[in-house]
């Protein structure tokens, strides 16, 4: 199966539009197709970068298309449950049970509150969701009433992954109005993620690194 087949499933495309309606309503940042097309290209672009195969670049694809269709149940353990409602939508598809499961896995583990990296394909969606930062993602609402997460999301001006094969890095660069929100509101919400990403980017023999405003803080 390809990525444009899991794009194109009425099913999945309604799920992710109702996961990202309900966080609407629970005051979370976007994740709806903004999100999970970047993160689908950006966990692509990682493993194409790092030579891996067309089909794994497929798998990976597919895998963040999918990955926050769990909050359609409910925002906690909404990784596990993605995983589930995933496999069910995958059994319909011309995809070997090793590749469903992988994509499975990958979903289901995405989340620092109980997930890391298992393999590459998950490493590099773990990546491609969590710098996942930058201003469009906050919702429409007045400034007064953004909560810690849209303050730090719209302090973003510049999001940039670059991956520097000839030093084995992952770099992350952000340019962060420090007007907007601190370096410590920032760290307070991210650490977790950095650190998930460091770990997933050490499974696929890199080192991670965070660059704001020109300083390294990673």
Do not use: W
Not at 7 to 19: G, H, S, W
Not at 130 to 136: E, G, H, L, M, Q
Not at 145 to 173: C, W
């Amino acid at each position: 199966m390809k990525y444009t087949d899991i794009k194109n499933d009425l099913e999945v495309v309604a799920m992710i539009k109702k996961a990202d309606a309900n966080l609407n309503c629970l005051g979370y940042t976007d994740h709806s197709f903004g999100h999970v097309c970047l993160v689908a290209e950006r966990a692509a672009y990682i493993l194409k970068e790092l030579g891996y195969s067309e089909e794994d670049q497929e798998l990976v694809k597919i895998a963040a298309y999918m990955h926050d269709i769990g909050n359609l149940i409910n925002r906690k353990a909404h990784a596990e449950y993605g995983g589930l409602l995933a496999n069910e939508i995958l059994k319909r598809y011309d995809i070997s049970i090793e590749d469903r499961l992988r994509v499975v896995s990958a979903i289901s583990n995405h989340d620092e509150s109980s997930g890391g990296a298992i393999d590459h394909i998950s490493a590099a969606l773990i990546i491609a969701d969590k710098t996942d930062v930058r201003r469009n993602r906050v919702k429409q609402k007045p400034k007064a009433a953004f909560d810690i997460h849209d303050r730090v999301n719209y302090a973003v001006t510049s999001s940039e992954l670059e991956i520097d094969n000839e030093k084995k890095r992952i770099i992350l660069k952000l340019e962060i109005d420090e007007d907007i929100t601190s370096m410590y509101e920032y760290f307070d919400i991210f650490l977790g993620r950095m650190m998930m990403s460091k770990k997933a980017s050490e499974l696929l023999e890199m080192k991670f690194k965070l660059i704001v405003n020109d300083n390294k803080v990673l």
